[in-house]
């Protein structure tokens, strides 16, 4: 089964979570983590698009979005792909604590830079660097990700780049890195630029931007919100939101002893630090997924908490 996904409801996802969406012509990239589109093999621009029904991620094979979005036009293209770390990464670096793989937390990053993807080596390639530190999480209990696992930030050099696999049904490769299906130009010439990827970076460098801010989100909040109409539905506060809102919960952390930072309207890294100690003192190990909604303000004593 597929959901439709348009213009319009990447704007309310972005809304609803306080990210800044640039207006003037930027390009957004936009991933959604447990879902592909519905036809792979389609990379053209449009108004809207159809999009598989959340699936969990195998971290095996790509289960993926990634997303251009140009919110001036109104059009966006799809990309089959992933943005969790491949199963045999996470295995191997069980034993090590989990160093070796990880998996980007969803948020709002703003600096994605065109560049080179192990620019030093024979896969050299090229490809969207990661610029700044970013929430992630390691584990090294088990080979899944969840609020068990301890959450780093830092900059593990996850670049955006191509995933070394031609279809969604072969193992593609990352070490927590989001990629997209397709073969990459490498600096040995071993392979061809090929793919949806050949379509996504083609597509990113033709614009002129160096510069690209990238949107994470899990693929059934996109369908959710697909489906949501008219209705109404609470904002929710994670890595890279910004707003008034941001300040309040700032406000009462504070009052609470758990953030220690200057009060704005930024959620940074700071600031996710204290909601994750926040919510695991109140809803117990594993209950800390760093997103403040309703459930989170209720327990911060923030009882008028907004709709959109």
């Not at 990210?19 to 957004?28: Q, S």
């Not at 948020?107 to 065109?114: E, I, M, V």
């Not at 301890?150 to 593990?156: D, G, H, K, S």
């Not at 704005?264 to 117990?284: H, I, N, P, W, Y």
């Amino acid at each position: 089964m597929s959901y439709t996904l348009s213009h319009d409801h990447l704007t309310r996802l972005c809304a609803l979570n306080c990210f800044a969406v640039p207006g003037d012509g930027t390009m957004v990239f936009f991933g959604l983590r447990g879902c592909l589109p519905a036809d792979v093999m389609d990379n053209a621009f449009r108004k809207q698009q159809d999009v598989m029904d959340f699936a969990a991620p195998n971290y095996v094979t790509p289960r993926c979005t990634l997303i251009q979005w140009l919110p001036r036009d109104g059009k966006l293209a799809l990309h089959a792909a992933s943005t969790v770390p491949t199963r045999r990464y996470v295995e191997s670096a069980r034993g090590r604590g989990g160093v070796g793989a990880n998996q980007m937390m969803t948020g709002f990053y703003t600096d994605y830079r065109k560049g080179t993807h192990k620019a030093d080596s024979d896969s050299g390639h090229a490809a969207f660097r990661q610029n700044a530190d970013r929430p992630h999480r390691r584990t090294g209990d088990d080979v899944d990700f969840d609020g068990d696992d301890r959450v780093e930030i830092a900059n593990p050099n996850d670049n955006l780049h191509a995933a070394y696999c031609s279809s969604v049904s072969g193992e593609y490769s990352s070490a927590g890195c989001q990629v997209v299906v397709g073969q990459p130009n490498r600096n040995d010439k071993k392979c061809k630029e090929s793919g949806p990827w050949k379509a996504f970076r083609n597509a990113a460098y033709g614009t002129g931007q160096d510069v690209f801010p990238y949107a994470l989100m899990e693929g059934w909040e996109a369908q959710r919100v697909s489906g949501l109409g008219t209705k109404k539905s609470p904002v929710l506060l994670r890595f890279g939101s910004n707003d008034a809102v941001v300040t309040q919960v700032q406000q009462a952390l504070q009052a609470l002893h758990f953030y220690e930072g200057n009060l704005d309207t930024d959620f940074g890294g700071r600031t996710l630090k204290a909601v994750l100690r926040f919510q695991e003192s109140v809803f117990g190990s594993g209950g800390d997924d760093g997103i403040v909604g309703p459930a989170t303000a209720e327990a911060l004593g923030i009882t008028a908490w907004p709709t959109l």
